[in-house]
Structures are given as structure tokens and as C-alpha cells.
């Protein structure tokens, strides 16, 4: 099956050089597991003494609500760099309490289908469905012959709360011109305000006319996308309309407590968090509409922390995708807002800025080639087919927004470019089109005909043998099947909106009802499994989330690739190679190599600090040797497709950033699929 749609942001990372800056003093960091923030998770509880912790044996780390379906899974590799390091399943399997080892359920596992070897992970194994066990507490299951266990995990109604709160304070990490300082910033991850020097954001220069200083511009703010500090319109357009979805769903997952300045003051912190995005797509917004593409730095820099950086800062004027990306914003945002009381009038600019967006993209032929490059580092630009399904998007939201007839208009004539047309699984790829084709289908008001005509070819899509949609209990060992062509770079992103376009099927009724509070039915369960894939049901036995210890989890991913959170420290760099120079001895091409130059934050269990908690990294990649990572490197090469993964941060020639670089996108579609079983 062939990979359908964009799943990357296109790198020009290595071999070109990098700027490499100062760090941050790092006294005392990096000195032992026990002063890092990861490592200073809590000693195995008594109950578990006797027990040796397994990756054989994978559960939800996090856990489960009381009346969840509840399935370990017990594995056994067979092929790829694991392989060997399980025995066959005892016959007796056990939960327990983790304050006392008290025997709560015992049973058998039943054999995957057969007993086969899945493909795309290399291992065959047993399920073990404890759904029976409801009472709140702290467990995990046991191999009393083996004397195996598995992490330990909570029951509890409310045991994803905190998990989305970490997940969601990532954005604030994340902001561009805003202060961490304490208590907003645990001390490990605090830094002045990036990018607000001189030439910087608040004085960016046109790429195209630089030394021009009636074209600088004030473009601050925002969120940094990725790993790296620059900041695109047209990237931000899946991570904010997944967002506002996820609130307009789920509000009762979001609160005004999340650990943010704006918390407590009456709006949900997720839509303070968007405000900090939205406000800054205003000032990319020109007077005549348009708007302008991204701002980043010409050169590839190493900032760590961000507030390092002093490299002068460019933009792209305008793009018509980035126009058209505005205003689908503009107007979601709008919609969104308006039911917020204290965000009433930015609800009505941002209807007003969505329509000049509109008017202005509306009489250009489409702008393909805006992005030159030199700006770095993802090419931004859109293809024509993107732009018109971003149209029909924006006609949507402001039909929505203004119930003006033109846009209806639009859509009635228009709707079948978006991308559910051009693919199966309907929001998998540029969810954000998908998901406003069914909130127009949704909307009171709308043509009948035509919202009857989208729910009519959503269910197809639904009722097609593609393994989207529901849940196959011989499809995936770990009971989170993605189609093999989807483990590419991003992986992680696609594997939510699977997720999530289930629970459209779900929320919709458009297939058998989900029974009842136990999340038993065919969507909502394939969506809720998904969610324990990335808690740690996966043959990595990882949660797929940093640094995660203090929040419950035993196997966290350590690492990321991002420039602040990096593996080696500059300033120890710099003093290596300082002395290298005066020893006569050539460095050149071993930035990023050296050994023994960590950073505080390069792991969560040897560094003192490691990446904050909650990033989702990009995920299993068995594309990653033609993506930049070297053959030899095994794992992540040579793997199945689901143990493609490497938990490091290491820069060019290794390129880890194919694989664990977590983006805004990706951290969207995962917190809109937490927040459905958050609430």
C-alpha cells in the first residue's frame, strides 16, 4: 500500500555548517542517573520486590479508567535487534497490587493469531485481558514463574489528566519572545525571551530586500515548530486547527490550571496557549490581506537555549498558501473564541482578518515557488491541490464565522478537492481538512443536501477494507494497527489521526453505536488502543512521550531531537576543540560527535535535566536510511517497520531528527486524541 500524502517537513539540515553558540553555564550537570530529573523517579514499589521489570510484558505506563477494556500484552522477539530475548508465555499471568503484591486477577493469555510473527514488528505473543479488574488503584501483572513483571500502572477515572497537561505544556516551551522563569518553568528548562534582540523578530528583515529598513517588521511571538526556532504559518495550520477541534470537543478537558502565566484567569489554558500563535499570525498578516510565509534564521543554528541565539532573523514577504493558511485560522479561531466571553472581540478581528485573508487569495492565481530556501530550514511552500483544499477549510470556518452565503457557496462547489478525496482514512493525512468537511456536516443551518452528501462518503471511506477503521484483533499484535506504508517520517502524527478520525466515526454515530461507558465499541476502542500504543503497548515497551518518570511512567523516551534540548554542550565544545587547536589537531566535521561533552539536557536519565516532559517525537521511521540515517546504525535500520526507532539525539551524519524530532503537529493530533479519554 503506498504512503498517501506529505508526512514530513522537508530538511536542508547536513552537511550544511552550523552556527554553533554558546550555551548555558553547566556546572554540576550530567554527573549521575540520581541528579537527573528523570532518574529522581520513585524506587520500586514493595509489592513489586521479587519481580524483575521486563519489557516482555507491556501495559498502558500511565494506566486506565475503571471501566476501560484492559489487555497487557506479552511479547516474544523473533526478528529484528531484539530478537531472542523473550521466552514463550507462561501459562498463568497475574495482577497485582503495587503496594503489597496482593493477587487482585490470575488468568491464562490467549496466543495472537495462531501464534504468528507479526511482520512490522518482528515478534509474535499473547494477549492478556484483565478488563474485570475496576477498583482505583496502583498495579502491575506478574509471571510468577518467571518472576517477570510489567511497569506498574494506575486505575483511575481521571489517570490521563496530567499526561495532558504535560502534553499541552510543551507549547509553552515551545513560545518564541516569552520568558520560562520559574514556577511556570520547572529550573532545569527556564530561559530569557528568545529572538527579541537586534535584528531579531521584533525587527525582521525581508529575505528578499534586506538591507532595506523600511521593510523590517515586528513578527514575535509564535511557537518555535520543531526542533528548530522558526517559526512557519503554513506548518502551524494542522497543530492550530487541531487544537481548537480538540477543545470545541472535548472543553472539559481543558482547564484554566495548567501550569501557565495565564492560568487562573477564567479562559482554558489551551485557548491562552493558541492566543500566543493567533496573535502572531496577525502581525504576519499584511495590510492588503496576504500573509507573510515564515521567520527564521539563514543558517542552520545550534541555540541552546534559544535565548543564545544573536544571528539576525528573515522573513518571507507573502505566499498565497500562507494567505489562504490564515485565514482557515483566522476563522476557526474565530468561531472557537466568540463562545469565550473575554475573547469576544478577538473573535470578531479575527472574523474580519479571515475575510481580507479571503479577499486577497481569492484574486491571485496560486504563488508555488515563495520559499527559496534561504530562509531556513522547511520548505513552507504549498502545491495548488493544498491550497484549494485549504480553501474549502477556510470557506467552512467562515461560513461558520459570518453566515455569509458566498463561502457556503464555495464550499458547495469545491469540497471534493480537500484531501478526504484524494485518500483513504479521510483525516489520517491533513486532518484538518477532514475534520471541517464533518463540522460543516454538523453545522445547524448548512445545505442538507450537501452535509447528507459528506456523511454519505465519510461512512464509504469507513465501510472500505483499508484497516483504518475499527478494531481487528488479528491485525496488530499491539492493538494499534497502522498500515506499514505509514511508519515513514512522522509517524507518530499519522498513528494519533487514526485515532482521531475513528473517533469522528464514533462521535458522528455514523457506524454501530459504542457501547455504552466502557469504550467497547469498534472506533472509540480502536482509538482508545491507539492511545496505550503510545503509553507503551508497543514493542519498544516505551512510552512515546519525554521524560514522563515523575508522571508514572517506567521506560519514557529520553531523548529528542531539538536544538535547545541537545545532546552536546557548545561551551564544553568549545573548550575541546580550543584545546584540540593549540595540540595542532584538526576538528573540523566533529561537532555533534564528540564524546563526553553532554549537555544538561541531552537524556532524562544520565543528564541532569534531559528535555522537558510530554514531546511526542516523530515516531518509527523504516525509511530512515534514505532519510538521512547511516545503514550502519542499527536500530533504527535494518528493523520491522515498528521497531524503526532509535531513542537518541544525535546530529549529522547520524540525521536522528527523521525519527525522534517532535513538531507542533505531531503534539496536536496526540493531545486530541488524549483529551477524548482526558476528560
Known amino acids: 500500500m503506498s504512503r498517501a500524502g506529505p508526512s514530513r517537513k522537508a530538511r536542508s539540515r547536513?552537511?550544511?555548517?552550523?552556527?554553533v553558540l554558546a550555551f548555558?553555564?553547566?556546572?554540576?550537570?550530567?554527573?549521575?542517573?540520581?541528579?537527573?530529573?528523570?532518574?529522581?523517579?520513585?524506587?520500586?514499589?514493595?509489592?513489586?520486590?521479587?519481580?524483575?521489570?521486563?519489557?516482555?510484558?507491556?501495559?498502558?505506563?500511565?494506566?486506565?479508567?475503571?471501566?476501560?477494556?484492559?489487555?497487557?500484552v506479552i511479547r516474544s522477539p523473533m526478528v529484528g535487534y531484539d530478537?531472542?530475548?523473550?521466552?514463550?508465555?507462561?501459562?498463568?499471568?497475574?495482577?497485582?497490587?503495587?503496594?503489597?503484591?496482593?493477587?487482585v486477577f490470575a488468568g491464562a493469555p490467549s496466543l495472537w493469531n495462531n501464534g504468528a510473527t507479526q511482520a512490522s514488528s518482528g515478534d509474535r505473543g499473547w494477549w492478556f485481558?484483565?478488563?474485570?479488574?475496576?477498583?482505583?488503584?496502583?498495579?502491575?501483572?506478574?509471571?510468577?514463574?518467571?518472576?517477570?513483571?510489567?511497569?506498574?500502572?494506575?486505575?483511575?477515572?481521571?489517570?490521563?489528566?496530567?499526561?495532558?497537561?504535560?502534553?499541552?505544556?510543551?507549547?509553552?516551551?515551545?513560545?518564541?519572545g516569552f520568558a520560562k522563569q520559574e514556577p511556570y518553568a520547572d529550573h532545569c528548562w527556564t530561559d530569557a525571551a528568545a529572538y527579541l534582540g537586534a535584528h531579531q523578530d521584533t525587527q525582521a528583515r525581508d529575505v528578499a530586500d534586506p538591507d532595506n529598513p523600511a521593510k523590517n517588521r515586528d513578527l514575535s511571538g509564535g511557537w518555535f515548530d520543531a526542533g528548530d526556532m522558526n517559526k512557519y504559518v503554513t506548518f502551524a495550520v494542522p497543530a492550530v486547527h487541531q487544537l481548537l477541534s480538540a477543545y470545541a470537543n472535548t472543553p472539559d478537558a481543558f482547564t484554566d490550571d495548567f501550569g501557565i502565566p495565564e492560568s487562573g484567569n477564567g479562559i482554558p489554558d489551551i485557548l491562552?496557549?493558541?492566543?500566543?500563535?493567533?496573535?502572531?499570525?496577525?502581525?504576519?498578516?499584511?495590510?492588503?490581506?496576504?500573509?507573510?510565509?515564515?521567520?527564521?534564521?539563514?543558517a542552520n543554528v545550534k541555540a541552546s537555549p534559544p535565548s543564545s541565539d544573536v544571528s539576525p532573523r528573515y522573513y518571507v514577504?507573502?505566499?498565497t498558501s500562507a494567505t489562504i493558511a490564515a485565514a482557515g485560522m483566522f476563522a476557526h479561531a474565530a468561531v472557537v473564541y466568540r463562545g469565550v466571553p473575554a475573547l469576544q472581540g478577538t473573535a470578531r478581528e479575527l472574523a474580519t482578518r479571515a475575510e481580507a485573508a479571503w479577499r486577497d487569495f481569492s484574486r491571485k492565481a496560486h504563488e508555488l515557488h515563495c520559499d527559496t530556501g534561504r530562509v531556513r530550514s522547511g520548505n513552507a511552500d504549498w502545491d495548488a491541490e493544498t491550497q484549494d483544499g485549504a480553501a474549502?477549510?477556510?470557506?467552512?470556518?467562515?461560513?461558520?464565522?459570518?453566515?455569509?452565503?458566498?463561502?457556503?457557496?464555495?464550499?458547495?462547489?469545491?469540497?471534493?478537492?480537500?484531501?478526504?478525496?484524494?485518500?483513504?482514512?479521510?483525516?489520517?493525512?491533513?486532518?484538518?481538512?477532514?475534520?471541517?468537511?464533518?463540522?460543516?456536516?454538523?453545522?445547524?443551518?448548512?445545505?442538507?443536501?450537501?452535509?447528507?452528501?459528506?456523511?454519505a462518503d465519510k461512512q464509504a471511506d469507513v465501510a472500505a477494507p483499508h484497516g483504518v477503521y475499527g478494531f481487528d484483533p488479528d491485525s496488530d499484535l499491539y492493538r494499534a494497527f497502522l498500515n506499514d506504508a505509514q511508519y515513514h517520517w512522522g509517524s507518530n502524527q499519522v498513528r494519533a489521526n487514526y485515532g482521531n478520525t475513528n473517533l469522528d466515526v464514533a462521535a458522528s454515530g455514523m457506524g454501530p453505536a459504542d457501547a455504552g461507558p466502557s469504550d467497547a465499541g469498534p472506533y472509540r476502542l480502536r482509538a482508545l488502543e491507539i492511545l496505550h500504543y503510545f503509553h507503551g503497548v508497543n514493542p519498544l515497551a516505551m512510552v512515546y512521550l519525554t521524560n514522563m518518570y515523575a508522571l508514572g511512567a517506567s521506560n519514557s523516551a529520553n531523548e529528542i531531537f531539538h536544538l535547545w534540548f541537545g545532546r552536546y554542550s557548545s561551551d564544553s565544545s568549545a573548550k575541546f576543540g580550543a584545546l584540540m587547536g593549540r595540540l595542532g589537531l584538526d576538528t573540523s566535521g566533529a561537532a555533534g560527535r564528540w564524546p563526553d561533552f553532554r549537555s544538561r539536557w541531552s537524556d532524562a536519565l544520565t543528564s541532569a535535566c534531559g528535555p522537558p516532559p510530554g514531546y511526542v517525537p516523530g515516531g518509527p521511521n523504516q525509511e530512515a536510511v534514505r532519510d538521512g540515517v547511516p545503514e550502519w546504525l542499527r536500530p533504527p535500520a535494518g528493523q520491522p517497520?515498528?521497531?524503526?526507532?532509535k531513542d537518541w539525539n544525535a546530529d549529522w551524519p547520524e540525521s536522528s531528527w527523521s525519527l525522534t524530532e517532535p513538531a507542533i503537529y505531531t503534539q496536536a493530533a496526540y493531545v486530541k486524541l488524549l483529551s477524548t479519554f482526558a476528560q
Not at 540520581?34 to 520513585?42: C, K, L, N
Not at 500511565?62 to 476501560?68: A, H, M, T
Not at 495482577?95 to 493477587?103: F, K, L, Q, Y
Request: charged share 25%; with cysteine.
Open 14 to 19: 547536513a552537511p550544511v555548517p552550523f552556527v
Open 24 to 72: 548555558a553555564a553547566l556546572a554540576g550537570c550530567g554527573k549521575d542517573a540520581a541528579s537527573g530529573s528523570g532518574a529522581a523517579r520513585s524506587p520500586a514499589p514493595p509489592g513489586t520486590v521479587g519481580f524483575t521489570l521486563s519489557k516482555l510484558l507491556v501495559v498502558d505506563q500511565f494506566g486506565y479508567r475503571p471501566l476501560d477494556p484492559k489487555t497487557a
Open 83 to 103: 530478537a531472542g530475548a523473550g521466552a514463550a508465555a507462561g501459562g498463568r499471568y497475574e495482577v497485582r497490587r503495587s503496594a503489597d503484591g496482593g493477587i
Open 129 to 176: 485481558d484483565f478488563s474485570s479488574v475496576h477498583a482505583p488503584g496502583d498495579y502491575f501483572i506478574a509471571d510468577p514463574a518467571r518472576h517477570l513483571r510489567s511497569a506498574t500502572f494506575a486505575i483511575d477515572r481521571h489517570v490521563y489528566r496530567k499526561v495532558l497537561k504535560a502534553a499541552m505544556r510543551t507549547y509553552f516551551y515551545q513560545r518564541s
Open 272 to 298: 491562552d496557549e493558541l492566543k500566543w500563535e493567533t496573535d502572531w499570525l496577525e502581525k504576519m498578516q499584511n495590510p492588503d490581506g496576504s500573509a507573510a510565509l515564515k521567520v527564521g534564521d539563514l
Open 317 to 319: 514577504s507573502s505566499c
Open 392 to 455: 474549502v477549510v477556510a470557506a467552512i470556518y467562515l461560513y461558520a464565522a459570518t453566515g455569509d452565503g458566498q463561502y457556503e457557496a464555495y464550499v458547495k462547489a469545491h469540497y471534493r478537492e480537500t484531501y478526504p478525496y484524494r485518500d483513504f482514512g479521510w483525516s489520517r493525512y491533513h486532518a484538518e481538512q477532514g475534520e471541517a468537511l464533518l463540522f460543516y456536516a454538523a453545522l445547524a443551518g448548512a445545505d442538507a443536501e450537501l452535509k447528507a452528501r459528506i456523511r
Open 641 to 645: 517497520a515498528q521497531k524503526s526507532y
